[in-house]
């Protein structure tokens, strides 16, 4: 079987849970996985293509009155098993592009008032992003039942939570650093 990409096992994994059109998909991509994952329709749809075409998915069409149909993906038997074989690999050392570190790095070449701005730019989207997993937490704690799929969400939450407090701390001790430098040059 060909190498199948990360991209196309979030797809797979969620028409593992439940079959769902491609504008589905992109929902759940930004609903759920959006901390750590992200996908564009220009991605999605050639993802359900390829993995079409190799048997991974299916699709139906649902007509629909007064509005274009909906092509509708679930998960075949093969696609089951790829993303079996996916979970058998270990998972590779992941390295990020990381922009703000780029510029940070090669720091010595900017006004650091420049740095200021992207540092503290970078530090409120960790702290709006804090804010809506701290509210994904609790919307967890508050279930009557525990889902499923309740462990791998919590594990998920908590490593996103301690990075994001990590980074959000780096963050105010950069900037405090960095204006520590921009009043030394003047």
Excluded: C
């Excluded at 491609?22 to 930004?30: A, N, Q, R, S």
């Excluded at 979970?87 to 650091?112: H, V």
């Excluded at 970078?122 to 309740?150: G, M, N, Y």
Aim: charged share 35%.
């Amino acid at each position: 079987m060909a190498r199948v990409n990360p991209t196309e096992f979030a797809i797979l994994g969620l028409l593992a849970e439940e079959p769902r059109s491609g504008y589905d998909i992109k929902k759940e991509v930004e609903e759920r996985l959006s901390h750590f994952w992200s996908e564009s329709f220009g991605h999605i749809y050639p993802m359900l293509r390829r993995l079409r075409k190799r048997e991974l998915v299916e699709q139906k069409v649902e007509r629909q009155e007064g509005r274009p149909d909906r092509k509708v993906y679930s998960i075949t038997e093969e696609g089951r098993q790829a993303l079996e074989a996916w979970f058998a690999e270990p998972s590779p050392p992941q390295r990020p592009r990381n922009e703000l570190l780029l510029r940070i790095f090669m720091g010595r070449f900017a006004d650091p008032e420049h740095l200021i701005r992207d540092v503290r730019a970078q530090r409120e989207s960790f702290d709006a992003a804090l804010a809506q997993l701290r509210a994904v937490q609790a919307h967890l704690d508050q279930a009557e039942e525990p889902h499923p799929d309740q462990l791998y969400w919590e594990l998920t939450l908590d490593y996103g939570l301690r990075a994001l407090e990590a980074l959000t701390e780096w963050g105010q001790e950069a900037e405090s650093k960095l204006r520590q430098l921009a009043q030394d040059e003047k």
